[in-house]
């Protein structure tokens, strides 16, 4: 049982900063369904994304844009009626909030009030610094994302690490900055150098998760489906599978077509 679950029964916005003020590493993880929720959050992980790589993992798409907002709501409903203890942060969907303030707000009320997400997240700095204000002025706390961004995909046209360029890294810094000052309680940065990660951790108060940004930052998050070997195609440096169950569930479910095809199930004692 870690140390975590022992200290705090519920996780809050609160709670987040807590842990980082004790050096104590926060951890996230991705969930779409109340199944996987559930098995999350009994295992103790502080925080549950419902990110938007539901457009890849659950849907099948190249990218992350596909995923609608009422598609969003749905898998965060979904995660929220399995939970007793993580925070549920649900990502704001592209199209939802980068053009307009107003529609920022709208997209995000909606997902508060339909799926009953504790927090929302965005991706990007000064230029949403607008959506994020009114956001947060309607009382939602808002958790940031820098770096490496997939819903500007097609900006970069690659996934390749961001901010290795002086210029790049600067304005990465000034948006942390901007993303504290606005008021944002936490802030993911994704694939970006190691050392540019640890310098942003230290000069913000509020609590910075990375992926793929090295161990100097106050918590990890992982695509739950990377992690545990479901998927098998993607291999980043950053990412740590601790089970293969591609492996694992492709032989259970050719010996379940074997068995089936044989007459072997049900036997005898698998019936009525």
Do not use: W
């Amino acid at each position: 049982m870690s140390v975590a679950k022992k200290q705090y029964k519920r996780i809050t916005v609160k709670t987040l900063v807590d842990m980082k003020s004790k050096g104590e590493k926060i951890s996230m993880l991705t969930a779409y369904d109340y199944t996987m929720a559930k098995i999350v959050d009994g295992a103790g992980i502080d925080v549950i994304l419902v990110g938007d790589s539901a457009s890849n993992v659950m849907a099948g798409h190249e990218t992350t844009l596909p995923i609608t907002l009422d598609q969003m709501i749905y898998h965060a409903s979904s995660v929220v009626r399995a939970i007793e203890r993580c925070l549920v942060v649900v990502d704001l969907p592209f199209g939802s909030y980068q053009s307009d303030p107003k529609e920022a707000l709208r997209s995000a009320i909606r997902i508060m009030k339909e799926s009953g997400g504790h927090a929302v997240k965005m991706e990007g700095g000064k230029e949403v610094k607008e959506s994020i204000k009114r956001i947060l002025n309607a009382g939602i706390p808002v958790m940031g994302h820098l770096g490496l961004t997939p819903q500007s995909i097609y900006k970069f046209g690659t996934y390749t690490v961001r901010a290795k360029e002086e210029q790049e890294a600067q304005q990465l810094k000034e948006d942390a900055l901007m993303l504290e000052k606005a008021g944002c309680f936490a802030l993911v940065l994704e694939k970006i150098p190691a050392q540019l990660a640890e310098e942003v951790a230290k000069s913000v108060s509020i609590p910075v998760i990375g992926i793929g940004a090295g161990n100097g930052v106050d918590g990890q998050v992982l695509v739950t489906h990377d992690m545990v070997g479901m998927t098998h195609e993607f291999n980043p440096r950053f990412l740590r599978r601790y089970m293969n169950l591609y492996e694992e569930m492709t032989t259970a479910f050719s010996q379940y077509g074997e068995d089936v095809k044989s007459g072997d199930f049900p036997n005898d004692k698998e019936q009525y």
